[in-house]
Antibody
Framework: QLQLQESGPGLVTSSETLSLTCTVS??????????WVWIRQPPEKGLEWIGS???????HFNPSFESRAAISADTSKNQFSLNLNSVTVADTAIYYC??????????WGRGTLVTVSS | DIVMTQSPLSLPVTPGEPASISCRSS???????????LDWYLQKPGQSPQLLIY???NRASGVPDRFSGSGSGTDFTLKISRVEAGDVGIYYC?????????FGGGTKLEIK
């Protein structure tokens, strides 16, 4: 069964870069048709898609983040990462990584809280 | 962007009674392969969202058969046949057909 685990600093200073990694076990980042997703949830608010990286390395981003976000994958480590630059306190949120495919159930990590301090 | 509209916003339910949540998308979620790319999640207090239904009507592993998903095109429904106390939380629908992926605003289920 697929498992995902987010990791990274829990505290980031305003204007710096937020960097998170998602480690995938029980599956391969390279499986055809799959894509890997970052989602976030600010405190007491709803869910927001940040962007995705596909099995072939292509990326797509929410226009709200497109100028600040980058997603990359390291297939040798079975990890994919999110970099969000120029963060503000509004970027304080629980960040989730998730796996999606055309025909199988999606899987989410448990999420990691990132607090941006001013 | 596809707008996902959930109703009701709040859903008080007596234990043992059924409950129904509606999710409407601003565009069809039907892909050429015949599947609807619509998920349902439950976020219990203090927890991460847990998958209930994917591809519109497929129950996720370990989800009780009290939960069912139905619908097509732009109109989808999550039904709980008999609500239990442990079902409280916020229910979200999510479309995964079009970028940007988008979520409904959530329906808060509470026990009367």
């Amino acid at each position: 069964q697929l498992q995902l685990q987010e990791s990274g600093p829990g505290l980031v200073t305003s204007s710096e870069t937020l960097s998170l990694t998602c480690t995938v076990s029980g599956g391969s980042l390279s499986r055809s048709g799959d894509y890997w997703v970052w989602i976030r949830q600010p405190p007491e608010k709803g869910l927001e898609w940040i962007g995705s990286i596909y099995f072939d390395g292509n990326t797509h981003f929410n226009p709200s983040f497109e100028s600040r976000a980058a997603i990359s994958a390291d297939t040798s480590k079975n990890q994919f990462s999110l970099n969000l630059n120029s963060v503000t306190v509004a970027d304080t949120a629980i960040y989730y990584c998730a796996a999606r495919s055309l025909y199988y159930a999606p899987y989410w990590g448990r999420g990691t809280l990132v607090t941006v301090s001013s | 962007d596809i707008v996902m509209t959930q109703s009701p916003l709040s859903l008080p339910v007596t234990p043992g009674e059924p409950a129904s949540i509606s999710c409407r998308s601003s565009q069809s979620l039907l892909f050429t392969n015949g599947y609807h790319y619509l998920d349902w999640y439950l976020q219990k207090p203090g927890q991460s969202p847990q998958l209930l239904i994917y591809l519109g009507s497929n129950r996720a592993s370990g989800v009780p058969d009290r939960f069912s998903g139905s619908g097509s095109g732009t109109d989808f429904t999550l039904k709980i046949s008999r609500v239990e106390a442990g079902d409280v939380g916020i229910y979200y629908c999510m479309q995964a057909l079009h970028n940007p992926l988008t979520f409904g605003g959530g329906t808060k289920l509470e026990i009367k």
